[in-house]
């Protein structure tokens, strides 16, 4: 009897990489976490570069110990699908790594060859690209950010050597992932359509390209960045012939094993959350939903940043929100991704840098809890001694505005900045507690404000289906729940909805393989069954404001949009006196 069929999923995040072993529905046999390497400069806070020779061992690792740990041997293992950051990673046109550390040694071999997703160098070339009035531009909400790969690529041309630039190949690091794995270079339709501007009509736009200073792109007819127009794979689709020889040895594995065509991890996330069923009250819906109740499911994957994406039948062009990108995940349909750029990151140096964090630390090892429990609680000591409400009450005048690494949508403005209202001459604990939830609450109000755009342009979001670190802080959901009015639908494991979405591609890919039909004209479908087969219900929370605190968290949204103006205006008065 032949062993039954496992996928591995594979999630390579901002610091990690995680392999999953998973059956077809969806139970998560093993899971292996590796640690990767981020390499940050001293001298400039901007520069976050990574190594694909780092993260490839660390994939290899993870899988080759989920082989162990399960006994599952590699036979039984049908299909394999990578997701990863939207990383830009650099290769000469055999596959070796090269640098992108500023210097002597850029364009050289090197391992640091990966400018990792929130890497902030690009910033003079996104102003480049944005002044062109290209029509690419109406296809990412109006503004080109510099955390995506075109004004990484430009950086790179406008200070290393020509005859070093020639050379190189540039992947979005999912398709850099396949690569390396089956030795084929064709990109995947969500990474060159997210994020490296290939347009739904008319593919490699030329005239931009010549004028930001890249037109020998189209010199070398694409090869650096992916070959000739429509040479892309839909999501899921078999890439190549499998896992080259090489790559199975390195991960020990079949050779030949099918691999999917990559997504970005937050699309690999909307894959692993929007097709789920909820509980309520412990009562699981029993109708399963159908491709089109997509429409009206927001996915949040939210960890050290956060992603919002919806998907429609239609194109819908929101200023400052990401897209419309066609074909990213479903063969015909469009998708919209707004976004911040710091959220875990911000709670966590909120935290971090009050004077008061050692003393939590110390007080959560004492209680042998977790430092956020330890808040939660002191949160709600503090609501009863002050005799209020709501922790929202609690913090009524303490207003944290969010955007303390840029804004990503609906702003998409790099050079926004964070701010905190309602300072105290207050180092304690409990000022800190007070800090934690208000920063939680400024979170939840950007949320409520990419949601209104989307709403506003023509999408019907009616609910929120979170998935990465940020679904188990269960203050925050509930803050989304009631900020936005909306339910919020919680994933079975927090930290397995991305990766499964991974290992669904690989399915898809092994389905493909096997004769299974996913043309064109079948894809969304097929796709859309493994999706509502493989994925566990969720917890659905629905709003529970007070009217009091629904007036409270009005206010504090009103107030959050006036700072937005406020900023803006400040900054404006600034630049007219630095002019003179």
């Given at each position: ?16 990489a ?84 500023k ?27 944005n ?43 999912p ?62 689709l ?19 094993t ?98 008061a ?32 409400d ?9 207003h ?14 790099p ?86 979405g ?25 796709l ?12 659905r ?40």
């Amino acid at each position: 009897m032949s062993p039954e069929a496992h996928y591995i999923g594979v999630d390579v995040g901002t610091g990690s990489a995680r392999a999953s072993l998973i059956k077809k529905d969806g139970t998560v046999v093993a899971s292996h976490l590796e640690d990767t390497l981020t390499f940050r400069d001293a001298q400039d806070h901007r520069i976050f570069e990574q190594s694909t020779t780092n993260i490839w061992s660390a994939i290899a690792t993870s899988i080759k110990k989920c082989l162990q740990e399960s006994q599952v041997p590699a036979s039984a293992v049908k299909g394999l699908g990578f997701d990863a950051t939207c990383s830009l990673a650099v290769t000469d046109l055999g596959g070796g790594p090269i640098t992108v550390t500023k210097g002597s040694t850029l364009g050289q071999h090197g391992d640091q060859n990966i400018i990792l997703w929130a890497d902030h160098r690009a910033e003079e070339e996104a102003d480049i690209i944005n002044k062109t009035g290209s029509v690419v531009l109406n296809y990412v909400g109006g503004t080109m950010s510099l955390e995506m790969e075109v004004p990484k690529i430009l950086w790179l041309k406008r200070r290393m050597d020509p005859s070093l630039f020639s050379r190189c190949q540039f992947f979005d690091l999912p398709d850099y992932l396949t690569y390396r794995a089956t030795s084929d270079s064709t990109r995947s339709t969500c990474s060159v359509t997210c994020k490296c501007s290939f347009l739904p009509e008319g593919g490699w736009q030329s005239d931009f390209f010549r004028a930001i200073g890249l037109g020998e792109l189209q010199v070398h007819e694409y090869k650096q960045i992916g070959g000739h127009d429509g040479d892309v794979l839909i999501a899921g689709l078999p890439v190549s012939s499998g896992l080259s020889k090489k790559a199975a040895e390195e991960l020990g594995l079949e050779e030949g094993t099918p691999v999917g065509s990559a997504l970005i991890d937050a699309y690999a996330g909307w894959l692993g959350t929007v097709a789920a069923r909820y509980k309520e009250n412990g009562t699981l819906a029993k109708e399963l939903p159908s491709v089109d109740e997509s429409q009206r499911r927001l996915a949040v994957i939210a960890g050290t940043s956060t992603c919002h994406i919806v998907q429609s039948r239609d194109d819908h062009f929101v200023r400052g929100v990401w897209g419309p990108y066609k074909d990213p995940v479903f063969r015909g349909w469009w998708m919209n991704e707004g976004g911040q750029s710091s959220t875990g990151q911000l709670i966590d140096f909120i935290l971090t840098t009050h004077p008061a964090y050692p003393q939590l630390v110390e007080t959560a090892k004492a209680q042998g809890k977790d430092i956020h429990n330890v808040l939660d609680e002191l949160l709600e000591s503090l609501k009863i001694e002050n005799k209020v409400d709501s922790l929202t009450e609690l913090t009524k005048d303490l207003h944290i505005y969010p955007d303390f690494h840029g804004n990503r949508s609906p702003i998409a403005d790099p050079r926004m900045r964070g701010s905190i209202t309602g300072l105290e001459i207050n180092d304690t604990l409990t000022d800190l507690a007070r800090k934690y939830h208000a920063t939680l609450e400024g979170i939840a109000l950007q949320t409520r404000h990419i949601i209104e755009e989307l709403n506003a342009k023509g999408h019907q979001i009616q609910s929120i289906y979170m998935s990465g670190g940020q679904a188990r802080n269960l203050s925050l959901m509930n803050l989304f729940a009631n900020s936005c009015n909306m339910p919020v639908v919680l994933p079975a494991s927090d930290s397995n909805s991305v990766i499964l979405g991974a290992a669904m591609l690989g399915r898809l890919a092994a389905e493909a393989t096997a004769g299974l039909d996913v043309s064109d004209e079948k894809q969304a479908e097929a796709l859309w069954n493994v999706m509502v087969e493989m994925t566990p219900p969720g917890t659905r929370i629905v709003p529970s404001a007070s009217e009091k605190e629904q007036r409270i968290l009005a206010a504090k949204y009103k107030i959050f949009r006036e700072t937005i103006e406020i900023q803006k205006r400040w900054r404006e008065e600034i630049e007219e006196a630095v002019k003179g």
